[in-house]
C-alpha cells in the first residue's frame, strides 16, 4: 500500500483529502504544518507529499527543501497543491524539485490522477518499504569501458552513488 502525508493548514480540505486517498486505497498520515509533517518523515516513510505552500510556521516551500535536502528522502514524490497561481510560484517550485504543481480548487479526477502518475515514476523497491537504493551499474564490461585509447568509462555521466 502506498504512503502519502497530506500537509494542509485548511482542517476541512485536509479531512476531505484523506477521506478521497483512504477510500481509493492510500495508507495516510495528515499534518497542519511544516514542523509536524517533518517528524512524521522517519516514523512514517511516505512515497508522497501533498503540500499546501501556506502554511501556519514554516512554508511548504520550506517542507520541499528540506525533504530535498536530505539524502533518506531524495526519492520521494512531492505535489504542491495550493490555492497560488502566480507563475512565479510555479517555476519556483518547480524548480524547488516538486514533481508536480496543482491549484485550488481541485479535482478528486486531477488529484488521484497526479498521485498515480507520480507514483508509478517511484521504483517498486522504495515504495512502502523506506528501502533508498540505487540499480548497480557495472560499466567494466561494457563496449564505452576505457580501452587506453581514452574511451570514457562513464559515458552517461552517472555519479559514484548511481555506479555503486
Given at each position: 500500500m502506498?504512503k502519502i502525508l497530506?500537509v ?20 495516510v ?6 514542523e ?6 522517519d516514523?512514517?516513510?511516505?512515497d ?15 517542507l520541499?527543501?528540506w ?9 520521494v514524490?512531492f505535489?504542491i497543491?495550493t ?8 517555476r ?16 478528486s479526477?486531477d488529484l488521484l490522477?497526479a ?7 517511484v521504483?517498486?523497491e ?5 528501502i ?8 567494466s564490461?561494457?563496449?564505452?569501458a576505457?580501452?587506453?585509447e581514452g574511451?570514457a ?6 555519479t559514484?552513488r548511481e555506479?555503486?
Open positions: 502506498n497530506v494542509e493548514d485548511d482542517v476541512l480540505l485536509l479531512g476531505a483529502i484523506e477521506t478521497l486517498l483512504k477510500l481509493s486505497g492510500f495508507d498520515k495528515t499534518s497542519v504544518d511544516a509536524s509533517a517533518m517528524g512524521l518523515m516514523s512514517f516513510r511516505p508522497l507529499v501533498v503540500c499546501d505552500l501556506t502554511l501556519p510556521g514554516s512554508s511548504g516551500f520550506f520541499l527543501h525533504i530535498r535536502s536530505c539524502p533518506a528522502y531524495d526519492r514524490a505535489i497543491l490555492a497560488r497561481t502566480e507563475q512565479k510560484i510555479f519556483d517550485a518547480m524548480g524547488g524539485g516538486a514533481d508536480d504543481f496543482l491549484t485550488k480548487p481541485v479535482t479526477e490522477a498521485i498515480k502518475s507520480r507514483l508509478a515514476r521504483p517498486r522504495v515504495v512502502s518499504t523506506g533508498l537504493s540505487q540499480p548497480k551499474v557495472d560499466l564490461n561494457s563496449p564505452a576505457d580501452s587506453g574511451v568509462t562513464n559515458p552517461w555521466n552517472l559514484r555506479q555503486e
